[in-house]
C-alpha cells in the first residue's frame, strides 16, 4: 500500500477521496474526477444523504461535506493517484452538524478550553487485532456457525502443525511471529501517511498483534485511528489475509482492548504530575475519578463499548477490567497509572475500552468524563475505586442493555458536545443490535439445554 502526505500540488491527482465518518465510526467516501476538484468545491464542499450513514432525523438528510485538506495523503493505487481527505459535514444552511463525529471532538475540546482546566487533552491509543488466513461464518433459522484459522496454530486444518499455544505470544519473534511483515507493510504506509507509531509487536493470543500510535492531540487522534484501521485492513487484504478488531473473536483466547493513555496539557505541560496517589496531581486524581463514575454508571461504556461483543471480553481471567478501579502497573485495573514513569511524568491509562467503539465518540466522552471529575473534586479513594487485594467492588454493568439505561440516566455531563438526537439514537442503535444477538441461541447453550 503506497501513501504519501499530500503536498498541496492538486496538478498530478486523478481522483480526491472525500472520507466521511459514519454513527459507527468507519470511513465512507466519494471520489471526485481531478477535473470536479474545483476551488469552489474545496471550499463549499458536495451534498450527499446523510441518512445512509446512521444518524438520526433521516427527515433532513441533506448534508455538505467539506474536505480538510490538512488531513490529506495520496495513495498510488492501480496507476492513478488518489488523494484521501477526512471531511467536515455541515447541514445545508451552513452549521456545523452537530452529530458528526469530527463536530463532537472539535466541541469537547472547546469545553476543555473554555473550563480553563486546560488547552489540550493528548491521546496514545494501542491498536490490538487479530489476523486470519481464512474466516467463515453463518447464521440462519436452521444453523449458526463460525470457523476461523490461522497459520499460527487456529483451526481444525493446524492441529498438527508446529505452535506455540493460544496464548504465548507475547512479543514472539519470527518464525513464531507469522504476520511481522503485515506489521511492517502497515506501520510504514500508517506513517506515510502521517500517522505517528510508536511501536508494534505480538500480541500475547495466538495470531494476535498491536500496533501503539503516539501521543497526538485529541482530534488528530481519533482521526488517526479511524485510518489506521482501514490501512491495516487494506494491508492484509493485499496479503490475502482477514483482520478483526472484534473484542473477542474466539472462545476462551485473549480478548482485543483498545487502550488508551491520556492526559490534559495547560501552557503546554501536564496537569496530571503531583505529589498524591500514584504521583498523580490533584486534578489528575479528580480526572481518574470521573472515568470511573461515569464508567460504573454505564454511560462511558455506552462509549467505550458499545457492542455485545465487548462484554464477552470484560470477564475475569484475561487482564481486561471488571470493574472502576484504578492502580499503578495493574493490567487488570480500569484506569492504570504506568509503573515506568519517571517523576513529574504522570499519565493515566484508560484500559476498559475496545474497537467497536466510533473512536470520536469514545475519545471525546472520556474527555467530558474526566473534566466533569475535575471540576465536581472528586476523590477516586474517598469513591472506593482504589484498587484492593479483596473481591472487586463497583463491578461494570456486565452488557448492552444495562448500559444503554445507564446512558438514559447518566447522560448530562455529556451534553457539553453530544446532541440529545444522537443520544437517542445511539441508544436505539444499539438496543436493536443487542436484541439481534441475545434473542438468538449460541452453541453453548445447546451444549447445555438441548
Same mark, same amino acid.
Given at each position: ?281 490533584? $486534578?489528575? %486524581? ?6 470511573? @463514575?461515569?464508567? &460504573?454508571?454505564?454511560?462511558? *461504556?455506552? =462509549?467505550? !463499548? ?58 471525546? $466522552?472520556? %474527555? ?6 475535575? @471540576?465536581?473534586? &472528586?476523590?477516586?479513594?474517598? *469513591?472506593? =475505586?482504589? !484498587? ?63
Amino acid at each position: 500500500m503506497q501513501l504519501a502526505r499530500y503536498a498541496g500540488d492538486l496538478s498530478s491527482i486523478d481522483y480526491l477521496s472525500m472520507l466521511v465518518v459514519d454513527i459507527h465510526g468507519k470511513l465512507r467516501s466519494v471520489s471526485l474526477p481531478r477535473g470536479y476538484i474545483t476551488d469552489k468545491v474545496l471550499k463549499h464542499g458536495i451534498g450527499f444523504d446523510a441518512s445512509n450513514f446512521g444518524y438520526a432525523d433521516v427527515h433532513k438528510s441533506d448534508m455538505v461535506a467539506i474536505p480538510d485538506l490538512s488531513t490529506g495523503f495520496v495513495q498510488d493505487r492501480d496507476g492513478f493517484k488518489v488523494l484521501h481527505a477526512f471531511c467536515d459535514v455541515e447541514t445545508t444552511d451552513g452549521r456545523p452538524f452537530d452529530q458528526y463525529p469530527r463536530t463532537v471532538v472539535r466541541k469537547a475540546v472547546e469545553r476543555l478550553k473554555a473550563s480553563g482546566i486546560g488547552d489540550e487533552a493528548k491521546m496514545l491509543v494501542e491498536l490490538e487485532f487479530y489476523v486470519f488466513d481464512d474466516v467463515r461464518y453463518s447464521t440462519t433459522t436452521g444453523h449458526s456457525y463460525y470457523f476461523v484459522e490461522s497459520v499460527e496454530g487456529i483451526g481444525e486444518e493446524r492441529e498438527d502443525a508446529p505452535r506455540f499455544g493460544l496464548s504465548k505470544g507475547y512479543h514472539r519473534l519470527a518464525p513464531d511471529d507469522r504476520y511481522a511483515l503485515l506489521r511492517d507493510r502497515a506501520v510504514k504506509a500508517m506513517e506515510d501517511a502521517g500517522i505517528p507509531v510508536k511501536y508494534h509487536h505480538h500480541e500475547v493470543g495466538a495470531a494476535q498483534l498491536e500496533i501503539e500510535l503516539n501521543f497526538i492531540p485529541l482530534s488528530k487522534a481519533a482521526d488517526s485511528v479511524a485510518l489506521a484501521q482501514w490501512i491495516i485492513k487494506s494491508c492484509a487484504d493485499e496479503m490475502g489475509l482477514r483482520v478483526t478488531f472484534m473484542p473477542k473473536p474466539m472462545y476462551k483466547i485473549a480478548g482485543n482492548g483498545m487502550h488508551v493513555h491520556q492526559f490534559v496539557e495547560k501552557d503546554g505541560k501536564s496537569i496530571f504530575p503531583g505529589e498524591g496517589l500514584y504521583g498523580l496531581s490533584e $486534578a489528575g %486524581l479528580s480526572y481518574t475519578a470521573g472515568l470511573l @463514575e461515569h464508567a &460504573l454508571s454505564g454511560s462511558l *461504556l455506552a =462509549f467505550s !463499548n458499545p457492542s455485545t461483543n465487548s462484554y464477552r471480553r470484560l470477564v475475569p481471567g484475561y487482564e481486561a477490567p471488571v470493574s472502576a478501579t484504578f492502580a499503578q502497573g495493574s493490567r487488570a485495573a480500569a484506569v492504570r497509572i504506568p509503573g515506568y514513569l519517571k517523576k513529574g511524568e504522570a499519565r493515566i491509562e484508560f484500559r476498559t475500552g475496545d474497537a467497536t467503539a466510533n473512536t470520536h465518540y469514545f475519545l471525546a $466522552a472520556m %474527555l467530558l468524563a474526566g473534566l466533569d471529575g475535575i @471540576e465536581r473534586g &472528586l476523590d477516586p479513594v474517598k *469513591l472506593g =475505586f482504589a !484498587n484492593t487485594k479483596e473481591t472487586p467492588r463497583n463491578t461494570f454493568p456486565t452488557g448492552l442493555y444495562h448500559v444503554m439505561n445507564g446512558l438514559r440516566k447518566d447522560r448530562k455531563w455529556l451534553l457539553h458536545a453530544f446532541p440529545e438526537a444522537l443520544l437517542d439514537e445511539w441508544i436505539r442503535i444499539k438496543e436493536k443490535e443487542a436484541e439481534y444477538v441475545y434473542n438468538a441461541p449460541v452453541p453453548q447453550e445447546y451444549e447445555l439445554y438441548f
